[in-house]
T-cell receptor, first 113, second 112 residues
Framework: KNQVEQSPQSLIILEGKNCTLQ??????????LRWYKQDTGRGPVSLTI?????NTKSNGRYTATLDADTKQSSLHITASQLSDSASYIC????????????FGTGTRLTVIP | DTGVSQDPRHKITKRGQNVTFRCDPI?????LYWYRQTLGQGPEFLTY????????KSRLLSDRFSAERPKGSFSTLEIQRTEQGDSAMYLC??????????FGAGSRLTVL
């Protein structure tokens, strides 16, 4: 069964600290994996996209990793800011099919001053 | 073109009423998706269009739900005889081919 699981479900950290969010998936055949940031009451916005051959990709203070063998991905946020408070959703795409996106339930990050 | 636009952003309605949401995708995007999202959950797929053709519908899309994309540009999602369980955020997204989805800000529905 194709599934995407994220952990932790929620996380509270102090401003300036680092954190790591996890995504495990069983989706196959795998095409790519994306991390989205979703602010409260807004639509998700893409942060990074990882293909099978990519292990690490950075976007500013966000660094995503992918281990296609263990089917795990992480999103590391460095020097967190109050504006990082949001839900972070992991989305895995199958190689085939029209409706081929599988969404995790997200990690709710709260950065406190 | 500033991205995917959704209207209205918020809708409060009484149970049993009909509601319609509109989505204007990025103009060059031929694919359009509707998702439903409840609090603390990831988006759930509802339906997908390629140009004007509705290619796939989720079983979540009961007969009270209908979506159209008449000219392959904007799309509407109508919910008839709304129920309290329909309360959710309705997200529209568009893309070209296998490219990343661009989401709209969503339309939040509250059914009293």
């Amino acid at each position: 069964k194709n599934q995407v699981e994220q952990s932790p479900q929620s996380l509270i950290i102090l401003e300036g600290k680092n954190c790591t969010l996890q995504c495990n998936y069983t989706v196959s055949p795998f095409s790519n994996l994306r991390w989205y940031k979703q602010d409260t009451g807004r639509g998700p916005v893409s942060l990074t996209i990882m293909t099978f051959s990519e292990n690490t990709k950075s976007n500013g203070r966000y660094t995503a990793t992918l281990d296609a063998d263990t089917k795990q991905s992480s999103l590391h946020i460095t020097a967190s800011q109050l504006s990082d408070s949001a839900s972070y959703i992991c989305v895995v795409r199958l190689q085939t099919g029209a409706n081929n996106l599988f969404f995790g339930t997200g990690t709710r990050l709260t950065v406190i001053p | 073109d500033t991205g995917v636009s959704q209207d209205p952003r918020h809708k409060i309605t009484k149970r049993g009423q009909n509601v319609t949401f509109r989505c204007d995708p990025i103009s060059e995007h031929n694919r359009l998706y509707w998702y439903r999202q409840t609090l603390g959950q990831g988006p759930e797929f509802l339906t997908y269009f390629q140009n004007e053709a509705q290619l796939e519908k989720s079983r979540l899309l009961s007969d009270r739900f209908s979506a159209e994309r008449p000219k392959g540009s904007f799309s509407t999602l109508e919910i008839q005889r709304t129920e309290q369980g329909d309360s959710a955020m309705y997200l529209c997204a568009s893309s070209t081919g296998a490219n990343v989805l661009t989401f709209g800000a969503g339309s939040r529905l509250t059914v009293l």
